[in-house]
């Protein structure tokens, strides 16, 4: 997993009826890219973390070209 400040880190449910956690990458701590990822949630909340097989990268530069 590879990611860049101001990319997405989607946290995908893992209950039914649980919903997807989304957060702004605002620091990446690993080298070239790789966790652990310092993310601000949609809430405000800042945590630091490193995800697991159930979250997915948003990269910024995919997300401007699917609008």
Same mark, same amino acid.
């Given at each position: 997993?590879?990611?860049? +400040?101001?990319? @997405?880190? !989607? @946290?995908? *449910?893992? !209950? !039914? *009826? @649980?919903?997807? +956690?989304? #957060?702004? /990458?605002?620091?990446?701590?690993?080298?070239? *890219? #790789?966790?652990?990822? $310092? !993310? $601000?949630?949609?809430?405000?909340?800042?945590?630091?973390? &490193?995800?697991?097989?159930? &979250?997915? /990268? $948003?990269? +910024?530069?995919?997300? @401007?070209?699917?609008?």
């Amino acid at each position: 997993m590879r990611a860049n +400040k101001g990319d @997405q880190l !989607v @946290q995908h *449910g893992r !209950v !039914v *009826g @649980q919903h997807d +956690k989304v #957060a702004e /990458i605002t620091e990446v701590m690993g080298a070239q *890219g #790789a966790p652990p990822y $310092r !993310v $601000r949630f949609e809430d405000g909340h800042e945590a630091v973390c &490193s995800p697991g097989p159930d &979250s997915e /990268i $948003r990269h +910024k530069d995919m997300r @401007q070209q699917r609008t």
